[in-house]
């Protein structure tokens, strides 16, 4: 199992900073892993989850960076559910295995903005 988090989780004081500081990371862990290389485990290892190959979901970064938004008052905690934590991480998760690029910058901006922030503001 890889474990994604080897720094300490991001903690700027603003949700929007850490979301993306967070994906950043995972983008480059998926990078140098390489989307073949994710392929490959995939089609050899059918039994498991890429979830469980790639442990990003366990690591709790995201309902920790969510949980301080709560705290901060940044967001309420009533919005937030299983499946919307993870949206950020399997969005990018997503395009890397389709597209076989690292995603931009521009499109974990839009992650982001678009897509994330809107379902919990």
Excluded at 7 to 34: F, M, W, Y
Excluded at 48 to 62: G, Y
Aim: hydrophobic share 40%; glycine share 4%.
């Amino acid at each position: 199992m890889i474990n994604l988090i080897k720094d300490e989780i991001p903690n700027t004081g603003d949700l929007r900073s850490d979301v993306i500081i967070a994906l950043n990371r995972l983008n480059e862990i998926l990078r140098q892993i390489g989307p073949e290389t994710i392929h490959g485990l995939m089609s050899v290892l059918t039994g498991i989850p890429l979830s469980e190959l790639i442990n990003f979901r366990r690591t709790h970064t995201m309902q920790t960076i969510l949980k301080r938004a709560v705290e901060r008052g940044e967001i309420r905690g009533e919005k937030i559910t299983p499946r919307i934590t993870s949206l950020p991480v399997d969005l990018v998760r997503h395009e890397v295995l389709i597209t076989y690029e690292p995603v931009s910058q521009d499109t974990i901006a839009e992650i982001v903005d678009e897509i994330f922030l809107p379902l919990i503001k």
